[in-house]
């Protein structure tokens, strides 16, 4: 038999350890439709804009996820986990910002999306020894974008990519919602998430470099929808 020759892992960026490009699984895993966040759950009150109409086709989407990414709460999201992903390893910080984030939700589904969402996220997130202790944790609740920043910081993953992760995970579960709702097809769901993609990159790179001084909305159609979905009287999703 001949000599069987083993080569080192090497990734573009030069590693060659076993474990080069252990941050990306762990990303793969925790931006996974599978993860157990509950995003399928929620609409963000997208079920009620399109009860009225105000979203109906692929154009009056990417207008409306559009808005938010710029101007309203994902666009806001993206700041607290920025600076959740700064304040991974300080539990005291950590905890203002959770505060704060909960503080800023407009309306009481708004408030439960955020933080169920982010407690199922932090429970799933244990299995990778990656979340603070259950001593740290008591006593706040934890809204989703900020456990994302903790839990990405922790798992290596890069601050660049952390946001572009969070954000994508929004607007995928808005086009998803979409589909469903509207109805779109697949293909044009699809196209919604292309076109939206130079969005996402401009409210990241934003993000970077903006503090929780910055925090504000101006998409008041949007709270407004969250706000009447409370009394929807036919809902397929929770928020």
Same mark, same amino acid.
């Given at each position: 038999? +001949?000599?069987?020759?083993?080569?080192?892992?090497?990734?573009?960026?030069? +590693?060659?350890? !076993?474990?080069?490009?252990?941050?990306?699984?762990?990303?793969?895993?925790?931006?996974?439709? *599978?993860?157990?966040?509950?995003?399928?759950?929620?609409?963000?009150?997208?079920?009620?804009?399109? @009860?009225?109409?105000?979203?109906?086709? %692929?154009?009056?989407?990417?207008?409306?996820?559009?808005?938010?990414?710029? /101007?309203?709460?994902?666009?806001?999201?993206?700041?607290?986990?920025? $600076?959740?992903?700064?304040?991974? /390893?300080?539990?005291?910080?950590?905890?203002?910002?959770?505060?704060?984030?909960?503080?800023?939700?407009?309306?009481? @589904?708004?408030?439960? @999306?955020? $933080?169920?969402?982010?407690?199922?996220?932090?429970? *799933?997130?244990? %299995?990778?020894? $990656?979340?603070?202790?259950?001593?740290?944790?008591?006593?706040?609740?934890? !809204?989703?974008?900020?456990?994302?920043?903790?839990?990405?910081?922790?798992?290596? %993953?890069?601050?660049?990519?952390?946001?572009?992760? +969070?954000?994508?995970?929004?607007?995928? *579960?808005?086009?998803?919602?979409?589909?469903?709702?509207?109805?779109?097809?697949?293909?044009?769901? &699809?196209?919604?998430?292309?076109r939206l993609e130079?969005? &996402? &990159?401009?409210?990241?790179?934003?993000?970077?470099?903006?503090?929780? @001084?910055? %925090?504000?909305?101006?998409?008041f159609r949007s709270?407004?929808?969250?706000?009447?979905?409370?009394?929807?009287?036919?809902r397929l999703f929770?928020?």
């Open positions: 038999m +001949g000599t069987v020759i083993r080569t080192p892992m090497i990734d573009r960026n030069g +590693g060659t350890g !076993p474990r080069d490009g252990v941050d990306f699984l762990r990303l793969l895993s925790w931006v996974s439709p *599978a993860f157990p966040t509950g995003g399928y759950a929620y609409s963000h009150g997208l079920e009620w804009a399109v @009860e009225q109409g105000d979203v109906r086709d %692929v154009d009056t989407l990417i207008a409306w996820v559009s808005a938010l990414l710029r /101007h309203g709460s994902i666009g806001n999201d993206l700041i607290f986990l920025r $600076v959740a992903w700064e304040a991974a /390893h300080d539990m005291a910080a950590l905890r203002h910002i959770a505060d704060f984030a909960c503080a800023c939700a407009s309306s009481r @589904e708004r408030y439960e @999306e955020t $933080v169920y969402q982010g407690e199922a996220f932090l429970k *799933a997130s244990a %299995v990778w020894d $990656v979340v603070p202790t259950k001593a740290e944790l008591v006593g706040v609740r934890w !809204p989703l974008p900020v456990v994302q920043g903790l839990v990405f910081r922790r798992g290596m %993953v890069a601050c660049k990519q952390a946001l572009l992760s +969070g954000g994508y995970a929004a607007v995928a *579960a808005l086009v998803s919602a979409a589909v469903r709702l509207v109805p779109l097809g697949q293909t044009d769901g &699809l196209r919604a998430l292309a130079d969005v &996402l &990159l401009e409210a990241a790179q934003d993000a970077l470099t903006r503090t929780l @001084e910055d %925090v504000g909305s101006a998409c709270d407004l929808a969250a706000m009447h979905h409370e009394t929807q009287e036919t929770r928020t």
